[in-house]
């Protein structure tokens, strides 16, 4: 596969996507020809990246750097965690015209993101996701944040990188479970933004799910345009932007529900999600049966999570409805879904009542 751009033209900035295979050896050709040129660097980097990619970064990087390693979890991704970054910053005298670079999966990248947006009110940032969930999604768009008590992700900015490599060698370093947790983000962009996408995917999900070239570089690259063209038309997720949350409100509650507990990681709980979202499109005849069949059987034949009460009893839900009503999208006692007319096509700015949804998932996890 060949290398391929794509420039985010953000009204707060404007950056490049760099996509591929062994990306990172070219780092420093790469970095000069977008005139990103630093005299220090911070390196955060998720413990869970091979040693081997690790060193690959390190050689590329010869300018002074400094490594910190982050245990990623999303039970790390808080305030602790970023005052360390800080702290890092701080205490080796990095100014503004340093530059911190984040390598990892979704988790590394939002906080690291935050930290760089909080750090004298803005050092450069570069992205270097290792995950698929992170090259599809989470690296692009500029999102932050961090989780509370309270939820998921609560605390946060927005705030765009100089620039993102995703280099497609890291995929052959993760493990399956990941691989489909990644490719739930590549599924939901085409559900709510593109049916010739999701006709593709349907059509070569296996070839794609064992990283087969050119149709996991495909799905990776039509992804990635899609959230682009989002991004670019509502950066500040005024509109347009919310329909990227299709599946997430619920999603974020099962995972705070269960603590942030490696049984359910965030990909898993997105596809929960979306599952969930879907049932509850079809129940308020939003969605026609039709549309609905052919996801849910799509979800199905992928190994995708779909059984809710395999995670939850009918006594977690007042939890559940605790962590939605938190949720960021609302703006009243109401609860704000995005949800699904059919492929392609979403609702947003939907509100139900706790009531409602709680007499919904009690069904569900009777059944």
């Known amino acids: 596969m060949k290398q391929i751009n794509l420039q985010i033209n953000g009204m707060s900035k404007r950056y490049p996507i760099i996509i591929g295979p062994n990306i990172i050896s070219n780092f420093a050709k790469i970095s000069h020809k ?19 990619m690790v060193h690959k970064i390190n050689s590329k ?69 290792t995950t ?50 990644g490719y739930a983000e590549i599924l939901k962009h085409s559900i709510i933004s593109n049916k010739n996408l999701y006709k593709y995917l349907d059509k070569n999900i296996d070839k794609i799910l064992n ?34 949350n299709f599946g997430h409100t619920f999603a974020h509650a099962f995972e705070a529900t269960l603590k942030y507990s490696k049984k359910l990681n965030h990909g898993e709980a997105v596809i929960l999600g979306m599952n969930t979202a879907l049932k509850f499109s079809l129940k308020k005849n939003f969605l026609n049966k039709s549309n609905y069949n052919s996801i849910i059987n799509h979800m199905n034949n992928s190994r995708l999570p779909n059984k809710l009460s395999r995670y939850f009893a009918i006594k977690d839900i007042k939890k559940i409805l605790a962590y939605m009503s938190n949720d960021k999208k609302n703006n009243s006692s109401m609860i704000n879904l995005i949800l699904l007319k059919k492929i392609g096509l979403t609702i947003i700015n939907k509100q139900f009542s706790k009531n409602s949804l709680n007499l919904f998932l009690k069904n569900e996890l009777s059944n």
């Open 34 to 52: 977008y005139n990103l040129k630093f005299d220090r660097y911070l390196l955060v980097i998720d413990k869970n990246v091979p040693k081997k």
């Open 61 to 129: 990087i010869l300018k002074k750097k400094i490594i910190h390693y982050f245990d990623a979890s999303e039970k790390n991704k808080d305030q602790k965690n970023v005052n360390i970054i800080l702290d890092i910053l701080l205490n080796n005298n990095f100014s503004r015209s340093d530059c911190l670079i984040a390598i990892g999966g979704g988790i590394t990248g939002d906080i690291s993101a935050f930290a760089a947006s909080l750090f004298k009110r803005g050092l450069n940032f570069i992205n270097i996701p």
């Open 132 to 181: 698929l969930l992170s090259q599809v999604d989470s690296s692009i768009g500029g999102k932050t944040g961090i989780n509370t008590k309270h939820g998921k992700n609560l605390i946060g900015s927005f705030y765009q990188p100089r620039m993102v490599i995703s280099d497609t060698n890291f995929l052959n370093t993760l493990p399956q479970r990941e691989i489909i947790c």
């Open 211 to 244: 990283l087969q070239s050119p149709f996991i570089e495909k799905s990776i690259f039509e992804s990635c345009k899609i959230k682009k063209m989002i991004v670019e038309k509502d950066e500040m997720e005024i509109g347009l932007r919310k329909t990227l």
